[in-house]
């Protein structure tokens, strides 16, 4: 993770920094935030740092777990995130455990990240209460997430909560080309969460989906010109419409609208699915959701634009 890529967590690195350096920093970390402010590079750049020999501010980059690290084949390092179904489920976290249960391969400090946490299974989520509570000596565990609130009781307990920080117009802006009308647009938008932005404005063919999508979810109009975008787009559309909502979809109905749109994008994956009839009934269901969410303004603002 570039410091100069994510300006916003800078301050928040160096306290994490600070608290590894000293041996202060616990074995469970919660890191939240929205979808687009850098929760998963973050805790990525920080399992780098944990494993890593050197004592820079940053990985090295030179020593052998570094280099391991580069070409993704780290035996120390161990992400969890969501299957093709949305969940992590309990086989994942037992087999962590198993891993977790033998000796580091070199020797020291193992990591775990655990992307999109709030998607794992009670089951999954109990049976990692066990290692949360009784971590192996040298492992560190970091878990992501969009809300703290998302997740068990029993797992915010067991882990140190850092909440990121929520960059301000002028960083968005100043991270993405100012100039460009699409790109202050979509930051304004998107809740200015910055990923998401640069994401869209690295597929130029998202971006009249995109807008036309997070209009409609504001004001409900057009939605015949946004299904004929949405289905010129195809199947994929679906899973682009998810980032979307994760990113920005009002808090008081987000889950039932993700829900919907991964429904619906692992329907489309099926042979002979009716396009143009999934993308309709997809927006008539979401219709209700975002009405609701329109006549309760005091739950339905995202919430990090507080």
Known sequence: M?????????????????QLRQGRLPQGLLLT??????????????????LCKGDDELPCGRCQSCQLWAAGTHPD??????????????DEVRSLQQQLATTAYLGGRRVVVIENAAQMTD??????????EEPPSGTLL???A????????TIISRCQHWPLPHPDSGAVLALIDATTAE??????????????????????????VATAFLQWRRDGRHSGALAELLIKQGPAVA????????????LATRGAALELLARTAAALQLPGRNLSLAIHQLLADLAPLRQRSATHPATGVSPWVR
Not at 2 to 18: F, H, I
Not at 35 to 46: M, W
Not at 146 to 153: G, V
Request: proline residues 7%; aromatic residues 8%.
């Open 2 to 18: 570039s410091l100069e890529r994510y300006p916003w967590l800078a301050p928040l690195w160096q306290q994490l920094l600070g």
């Open 33 to 50: 935030g929205p979808t687009g402010v850098g929760k998963v590079a973050l805790a990525r750049q920080l399992a780098q740092r944990w």
């Open 77 to 90: 390092f161990r992400l969890l995130k969501p299957e093709d179904n949305g969940r992590i489920g309990i």
């Open 123 to 132: 089951n999954a989520a109990n049976a990692l209460l066990k290692t949360l």
């Open 142 to 144: 970091l878990l992501t």
């Open 146 to 153: 969009a809300r703290r609130e998302s997740l068990l009781a």
């Open 183 to 208: 790109g202050v647009e979509l930051s304004a938008l998107c809740a200015h969460a910055p990923l998401m932005v640069l994401a869209l404005l690295a597929q130029p063919q998202w971006l009249p």
């Open 239 to 250: 899973a682009m419409l998810w980032q979307l909502a994760a990113a920005e979809w009002p």
